[in-house]
């Protein structure tokens, strides 16, 4: 379209479009835009994701909130009415919170480090802070208000590495196969996501034999999984006081559930499967905005009531169906995170737990946002020739990606939000031909639209943006082939660098896996070479340089080829034997053109006559 192309045109030649190097990287505004709202959509479910998880800790209720009979005691908090609405006000402030968190963050990303990445909280992270450091409804090692100081602290101990260059320059000793393996184990992973039931298609499920299996089973087909601290008969068995009847002491069913039959019968799942197909068949045909339009087309579909695939409305294969119809209807709601924002307490840094929960965000959000981060360089780099650099592994604005992702995580704390990273579903954004901030300057706008609209935003289908997850899952797999596979020494880690992503649900946990088996590698690898040095099979320079980090490998000098000493030997030039050798140089030679033998005179009157050798198949 003609006004689009003039559109285009005019805002590359700006001051604005100059300065976010539109034309530079090779792209326009229009894909730009189209890029962010790609990327907004396969991220906007954690509005409701996160806000979920952060609020089985409970938040900043307790006991004092109930209202029943056992208001006030310990433990009231589980079967109490009065907490339950205590938990759901939470719930709400923290979508809030996140879209706000998230908002600002983007927004930073794009307009100070010009990169078309979104950030948010970070899945994963947020469950070790509810689940592990927190508990659920605060039965954990700390309060929700204590672990967001320790969120705080950790989020200016990221800047001040970051500004430091400690950050930048751990990652540079990082191998590159090991880099590479990172963004494909990351498309493993959003593929994992994907085809699970709570953010994906639910074609994968929970066995308990085999971890996962086949899934897409109807509801009355599915067992729920529960976790049982201690599963002995007095633990599990207990008498109501009131009633003296016995119930069972399960505690909350987990999302996971097994398959009891009718597998491959979820309707919902098969909805998503055709986005998944409608995806890649735009893409295949080069159309702009595939991911986009496949995540449209599968979430207008499900908001259509009355069939097996809607996502609205009751007797729905989706729990929750009524509720989130009642609040679809309201369309605008106003923004309210005054629940948890400031919220923190500092009044238990003095307890071990807390620097333990500390140190563990600090090493899980290090290893997880700065893997995805160079991921997403990498990924660019393919687009974009030389957007990072092959010696030192860095790219532009470097620092201030690196400074936003810790000032993100302040600005979480203060809101009540666990961790912020980048996120991994940029790729689709970048598949989509995102390229420079603008990018994020429009996710940034999308959540700023969703803490009015965040009815409408949070009834988008898990398996309308599992389908893209998918596919860009398998886009970014195109990172392993630069990998040199048939290097032994490069193969294994990155191999096991990929595969413990998606199989520990962690980024983090895979990038140590690699880097300790690679560590393991180049040890045993430098021993060896070391003992060759000492047998006098090679120098000890020569070994320094081959096993050197591709970081400092520049910087020495590039060794002379290895002589054995028989080599060595062989090339010793005797003085006299030289003199000798000269002198035989400076004869005369010249051929008898009489008889075809050549003739060599020297200053003595002796003649040598040898025959002449013909070259074969010359008469």
């Not at 998880?53 to 029943?68: K, W």
């Not at 948010?120 to 469950?127: D, E, F, T, V």
């Not at 579909?301 to 809607?310: D, E, K, L, N, V």
């Not at 200053?603 to 013909?614: C, E, G, I, Q």
Request: proline share 5%.
């Amino acid at each position: 379209m003609k006004w689009i192309d003039s559109l285009n045109d005019g805002f590359a030649a700006s001051k604005v479009g100059q300065y976010f190097q539109v034309k530079q990287r090779g792209s326009t505004f229009s894909t730009e835009v189209r890029a962010g709202l790609v990327t907004f959509l396969t991220t906007c479910y954690i509005l409701a994701v996160n806000a979920g998880i952060l609020s089985d800790s409970g938040g900043n209720c307790s006991d004092a909130d109930c209202t029943g009979p056992k208001a006030g005691q310990p433990g009231c908090r589980f079967d109490d009415a009065g907490f339950q609405s205590c938990v759901q006000e939470v719930r709400r402030s923290l979508i809030t919170a996140t879209a706000a968190s998230s908002l600002m963050a983007c927004f930073l990303m794009g307009a100070i480090a010009n990169l078309p990445l979104a950030v948010a909280p970070g899945m994963g992270i947020n469950a070790y802070f509810t689940y592990s450091v927190v508990g659920f409804y605060g039965t954990g090692m700390i309060t929700y208000q204590q672990a967001l100081a320790a969120v705080f602290i950790e989020g200016w101990i990221f800047i001040l590495i970051s500004l430091t260059g400690v950050r930048g320059k751990l990652v540079s000793l990082v191998p590159k196969s090991i880099m590479l393996a990172t963004a494909g184990g990351i498309g493993l992973f959003l593929a994992f996501i994907g085809m699970q039931n709570s953010n994906g298609i639910g074609l994968i499920t929970y066995n308990s034999a085999t971890l996962v299996t086949l899934g897409g089973c109807p509801r009355e087909n599915r067992i729920y999984q529960y976790s049982i601290a201690d599963p002995s008969p007095e633990a599990v068995c207990k008498t109501n006081p009131d009633t003296n009847a016995m119930m069972a002491n399960l505690g909350p069913a987990s999302y996971t559930f097994m398959c009891k039959g009718k597998r491959m019968h979820l309707a919902t799942m098969w909805l998503g499967i055709s986005g998944l197909a409608f995806m890649v068949l735009l893409t295949g045909r080069r159309v702009k905005g595939a991911i986009m339009y496949g995540i449209l087309f599968t979430t207008f579909m499900s908001w259509i009531p009355g069939h097996a695939a809607s996502f609205l409305g009751d007797n729905l294969q989706v729990p929750g169906g009524a509720e989130r119809f009642e609040f679809f209807r309201k369309v605008v709601s106003v923004p309210d995170a005054r629940k948890t924002t400031l919220a923190w307490s500092f009044d238990a840094f003095h307890k071990s737990e807390l620097w333990v929960a500390l140190v563990t965000f600090l090493y899980l959000d290090f290893l997880d946002a700065t893997g995805t981060l160079f991921s997403m360089a990498s990924m660019l780099n393919h687009r974009i020739p030389g957007f990072v650099d092959e010696k030192t592994k860095a790219f532009p604005n470097q620092l201030f990606a690196l400074c936003v992702d810790g000032i993100a995580t302040v600005i979480g704390s203060l809101l009540g939000c666990a961790p912020l990273a980048v996120y991994i579903e940029s790729a689709s954004g970048i598949r989509e031909g995102g390229r420079t901030g603008i990018t994020a300057l429009t996710v940034a706008f999308g959540f700023l639209v969703s803490l009015f609209f965040t009815p409408l935003i949070a009834s988008i289908p898990p398996f309308a943006t599992g389908p893209a997850l998918v596919l860009v899952g398998a886009m970014m797999m195109e990172n392993v082939v630069d990998i040199d596979w048939a290097d032994v020494r490069q193969a294994v880690p990155a191999f096991i660098t990929i595969v413990t992503m998606p199989m520990t649900y962690s980024i983090a946990y895979g990038l140590i896996a690699g880097l300790c088996s690679y560590l393991v590698v180049y040890l045993g690898n430098l021993i060896m070479d070391l003992i060759g040095v000492a047998m006098g099979k090679d120098t000890l320079h020569n070994v320094l340089y081959n096993n050197c980090p591709d970081a400092f490998q520049h910087k020495m000098k590039v060794p002379a080829p290895f002589k054995s000493p028989s080599v060595v030997l062989q090339h010793h030039v005797n003085p006299e034997h030289a003199a000798h050798h000269a002198a035989a140089d400076a004869k005369d030679i010249a051929y008898d053109g009489n008889d075809g033998s050549m003739q060599i005179d020297d200053d003595s009157d002796d003649v040598a006559r040898l025959p002449r050798t013909k070259a074969p198949g010359n008469s």
